[in-house]
């Protein structure tokens, strides 16, 4: 055997006093080999947001896909799923245990904005992908932009800009109260509301905020009812919109209910809220669920088959959502792999569209789109879509 090759195989290392055998050698660009490349997601399999870790699991269904096609120029994608708990320490410990022991060229998703945070500097500093994360909670346009980090999950603050100015110009509203999750999420919403509403010269009649693993809402229902709010913003998990919903009924509150398009899993929060769900009205970033668009059928008929254990429905779209940039990037990026070759085919992203709004990414602007539908949960769980792609007539970041 060749003496070079069979050091590369079998590396003894004496390190402190202890000898530890290396079998195999890694390539020098980490996260890809010859055969596969490696691709991660964090997110809530289990704890206070696990309604959300079926997003993780999309992922998972557009990766079986591409490897059933035949994987990117002759490699297999090998995909990590991480339970954070919906809680930022824990995105860190999984995050470094993938990176450390796993070897990531790339992550996607990742549905907490706390855990996002947490993690963005590690993964910066190691120069690893994140296409898409799975959530908006990071303003790209507020920090430096990012070389290795795209975003298309439409800001906070501009959905919530978005959905203040239906609630005033088109129903009408005056007396708005904002119910948030007290974290960089929902506080990233509550400040699209009052921007919005400063430019209508209006204020919030009450804005109350939670913490996400509260268990009580009662307080927060009373004041939003006593404040006379004629329609209540709430950006909070599902589990806590449930308690919100289940307390007003309780008290006899009666308030037209707006949310974020986290909430915009219709069949599940009629199924979980007991039916309350029932004319809540949400942004949305996908189409519905039973759309006959040509992409969305060819993904739900392949799910059938793919992704059989796992509901059809507005969060496991959205894990596909999330992915499928970094899968086109990597398709471009050609045999020759690198990161920097894929940053170079996401930067040449020009109004491109796979199952959501158009993405336009280059070397100045990190996040690709600004625009949410508005939809509204009907009897059973359907949806009706009230307006189309709608985008924040007030944004300051994009670039002109």
């Known amino acids: 055997m060749d003496f070079k090759k069979f050091l590369c195989l079998s590396t003894i290392v004496l390190v402190m006093g202890v000898f530890v055998t290396a079998g195999t050698c890694f390539s020098a660009e980490p996260g890809f080999d010859d055969r596969e490349i490696r691709i991660a997601q964090f997110g809530p399999q289990t704890g206070p947001a696990a309604t959300w870790g079926v997003v993780a699991r999309g992922g998972k269904f557009l990766f ?27 995105a860190v410990a999984v995050v470094r245990e993938l990176v450390d022991r796993k070897g990531i060229f790339a992550f996607t998703g990742g549905v907490s904005g706390a855990g996002l945070h ?14 898409v994360p799975g959530t908006a909670a990071l303003n790209p346009v507020q920090d430096p932009p990012s070389l290795y980090r795209f975003h298309s999950y439409p800001l906070f603050q501009d959905e919530a800009s978005i959905m203040t100015k239906y609630a005033v110009k088109e129903l009408g509203f005056k007396k708005i109260g904002f119910l948030y999750q007290n974290d960089v999420f929902g506080k990233a919403g509550l400040a699209g509301c009052k921007q919005r509403l400063a430019t209508y010269g209006l204020q919030l009649v009450a804005e109350l905020p939670v913490e996400p693993t509260s268990a009580d809402l009662s307080s927060q229902i009373l004041l939003l009812k006593n404040a006379g709010a004629e329609t209540v913003l709430m950006w909070v998990s599902p589990s806590l919109a449930v308690i919100a919903l289940k307390t007003s009924a309780g008290v006899g509150f009666k308030t037209q209910w707006i949310a974020f398009n986290g909430l915009s899993d219709y ?12 004319g809540v009205i949400t942004s949305a970033f996908i189409p519905t669920p039973d759309s006959n668009e040509p992409l969305m059928k060819k993904y739900r008929e392949a799910a059938k088959r793919l992704a059989p254990q796992e509901r059809w429905g507005v969060l496991f779209i959205a894990g596909i959502l999330f992915a499928e940039p970094l899968v086109e990037a990597l398709k471009g990026a050609g045999k020759d792999l690198s990161t920097e070759k894929v940053i170079s085919e996401l930067n040449k992203f020009s109004n491109w569209q796979g199952i959501g709004a158009p993405i336009t990414w280059n070397k100045n602007q990190r996040q690709g789109t600004d625009s949410v539908q508005i939809m509204r949960c009907g009897p059973g769980g359907s949806h009706k879509v009230l307006k189309g792609w709608t985008s924040n007539d007030i944004a300051t970041w994009k670039k002109k």
């Open 118 to 131: 947490a993690v963005k500097d590690y993964l910066e500093s190691k120069k690893i992908l994140w296409v």
């Open 267 to 278: 069949p599940l929060m009629y199924k979980i809220t007991d039916g309350l769900f029932e």
């Open 64 to 90: 079986d896909l591409v490897n059933e096609e035949g994987g990117i120029h002759g490699r297999k994608i090998n995909y990590f799923i991480r339970d954070d708990h919906y809680n930022p320490s824990q």
